[in-house]
């Protein structure tokens, strides 16, 4: 039998996926995305520019995309219903608030980026913890109990 006739435990699909679990899929990808282009940036800049420290640039640019895949993968498998992925997904979210404290902390342009990034983590945490979000992926409560 093929997925479609025979659909996995995993990934329910009795009813349509929820607009909260979306959302949440599309801010973790956003973040995602984020991470992603500043690892290009300060890869580019270590090959081709003139940064301080080139080994440092190529290294913070390699890490940065290398941590893109987390939440890329999240929001992937939270639009396909995938229940592993609300893991990831928060563990995303709790590293971006450290992050954005510490640009909330700076004197410059990097403040409305810290609000940014707090606003889309709280907001995603918020969505990824949600009751129907919880149920659409499938998570049982403790004991194997369904959360209503």
Same mark, same amino acid.
């Given at each position: 039998?093929?997925?479609? !006739? ?12 929820? =607009?909260? &679990?979306?959302?949440?899929?599309? %801010? ?13 940036? &300060?890869?580019? &800049? ?8 080139? !080994?440092?640039?190529?290294? =913070? ?17 939270? %639009? ?12 995303? !979210? ?9 640009? %909330? ?34 998570? !049982?409560?403790?004991? =194997?109990?369904?959360?209503?």
């Amino acid at each position: 039998m093929s997925r479609e !006739q025979n659909p996995s435990p995993e990934a329910p699909t009795e009813e349509p996926r929820p =607009g909260r &679990l979306t959302a949440a899929a599309a %801010l973790t990808a956003l973040e995602g995305l984020a991470l992603a282009a500043g690892g290009v940036y &300060l890869l580019a &800049l270590g090959l081709m520019g003139h940064p301080d420290d080139r !080994q440092q640039a190529v290294t =913070g640019g390699v890490t940065l995309l290398v941590l893109a895949l987390l939440p890329l993968l999240a929001a992937r498998g939270l %639009l396909r219903r995938r229940s592993w992925s609300r893991g990831p997904g928060v563990i995303t !979210q709790i590293m971006a608030l450290p992050v954005a404290y510490n640009l %909330l902390q700076a004197d410059s342009v990097a403040i409305p980026a810290g609000i940014a990034l707090a606003v889309v983590a709280i907001a995603a945490l918020v969505l990824l913890v949600n009751p129907a979000t919880t149920r659409a992926l499938g998570i !049982q409560g403790p004991g =194997g109990v369904r959360e209503k």
